[in-house]
């Protein structure tokens, strides 16, 4: 199964109240298994439309570099995320930038998504990749 878990994950709010609209920054820390082995470090800014606003139709952009292994090839490269969340859970759609890859993995395009309900330690991913 491809999953990644979350080890470290550090919020704060930049605009905005709690409760209300609010924009905050995130920075974390994920471990990836499966195609992806390895650890990356995902930096989101997350929009919060506030209390009563239950949709997941807002999108919040976010960069993540890897670093790792993807078929036993070793580098790292970074993924341009666009997340949708709400009290149910969260779904991406991302992308590898071009000319992002480093190591054995220089030349690496790909796109996938990621998914799973909150409160779940694994998230599901999809990776459709190409050197």
């Known amino acids: ?53 239950d949709s997941g139709d807002t999108t919040s ?11 036993g090839r070793e580098g790292t490269f970074i993924i341009r995320h666009e997340y949708t969340f709400d009290a149910k859970g969260i779904a991406s759609t991302f992308t590898v930038v071009p000319g992002s890859g480093t190591g054995e993995l220089a030349g690496l395009t790909g796109s996938g998504t990621a998914g799973g309900a909150i409160g779940e330690d694994k998230v599901g991913y999809t990776f459709e990749y190409a050197f």
């Open 61 to 71: 952009p976010s960069f993540e570099r890897f670093e790792g292994k993807v078929e």
């Open 1 to 53: 199964m491809n999953a990644f878990t979350t080890k470290n994950w550090e919020e704060k709010i930049v605009s905005g109240t709690e409760g209300g609209p609010r924009v905050a920054y995130a920075h974390a820390t994920m471990a990836y298994s499966g195609v992806l082995e390895g650890e990356s470090i995902c930096d989101l800014l997350l929009y919060y439309a506030g209390e009563g606003y």
